[in-house]
């Protein structure tokens, strides 16, 4: 059974920055599937933030996150990251790390203060 562990979250200025990551175990596949970031604000949907390809050459951000965060992944230690910098307080919210959008962690919240 794949689990997902996001870790990295935490309190921040607007401004500051802060690294996501995400380790698969059980994962026996991990190295041929997409993963993905997203996020779910109070009172919100859970969106999308960032996808990588299995083999981590193609990326796709949100429009909101573009130029600020940065996706990518180490197949060898099954996990996937999420470079956050410039953050602001729209930014907050739970975290959630995905495999092909059919495993999810848990999440890790991120809050940015102004």
């Known amino acids: 059974q794949v689990q997902l562990v996001e870790s990295g979250g935490g309190l921040v200025q607007a401004g500051g920055s802060l690294r996501l990551s995400c380790v698969a175990s059980g994962s026996i596949y991990f190295n041929l599937y997409l993963m993905g970031w997203y996020r779910q604000a109070p009172g919100k949907q859970r969106e999308l933030v960032a996808t990588?390809?299995?083999?981590?050459?193609?990326?796709n951000y949100a429009d909101s996150v573009k130029g600020r965060f940065t996706i990518s992944r180490d197949n060898s230690k099954k996990s996937v990251y999420l470079q956050m910098n410039n953050l602001k307080p729209e930014d907050t919210a739970v975290y959630y790390c995905?495999?092909?959008?059919?495993?999810w962690g848990r999440g890790t919240q991120v809050t940015v203060s102004s």
């Open positions: 995905t495999e092909r959008e059919a495993v």
């Open positions: 990588i390809s299995a083999g981590g050459s193609t990326k």
